[in-house]
């Protein structure tokens, strides 16, 4: 996986964890939840099931969590995780690399946030 790190609307930077697929037939992001991080078990498992059907993962640290992320976790709010969430999918759509079907995942507040989303 690629390491990459992208700006937030407030400035803050948002760490993103991308895996292309060669023959990918779709794209996935997957949201942890509060006070996860891109690296816990159940977010490397989920990803690890998309990889092996050839979608495009990206994983991300959600800002004000434990992960790499900026933030702290007394300033986490749904809000501040969706709208992480909509900058990682505001910038996944411009990259040469997008396709769909685009499919969301998220656990506990993640999942909260991908529902709120769509």
């Known amino acids: 996986m690629t390491k990459l790190t992208i700006q937030k609307r407030r400035n803050q930077k948002i760490i993103v964890l991308l895996e ?3 023959d990918s037939k779709g794209l996935v992001i997957i949201a942890h939840g509060l006070g996860g991080n891109k690296d816990e ?3 490397v498992t989920v990803a690890e099931v998309f990889k092996e059907k050839h979608y ?3 994983c991300f640290d959600a800002t004000n969590t434990f ?3 900026d933030g702290t976790y007394e300033d986490a709010t749904v809000t501040s995780y969706k709208e992480d969430l909509e900058n990682v999918i505001t910038w ?5 690399w997008y396709r769909e079907p685009f499919v969301l995942v998220g656990h506990s507040l993640g999942g909260i946030t991908t529902t709120l989303y769509a």
Do not use: M, N, P, W
Not at 92 to 96: A, G, I, L, R
């Open 41 to 43: 078990l159940q977010i």
């Open 20 to 22: 292309q697929a060669q």
């Open 56 to 58: 495009t993962v990206v």
């Open 92 to 96: 996944v759509k411009k990259q040469s």
């Open 67 to 69: 992960g790499e992320s």
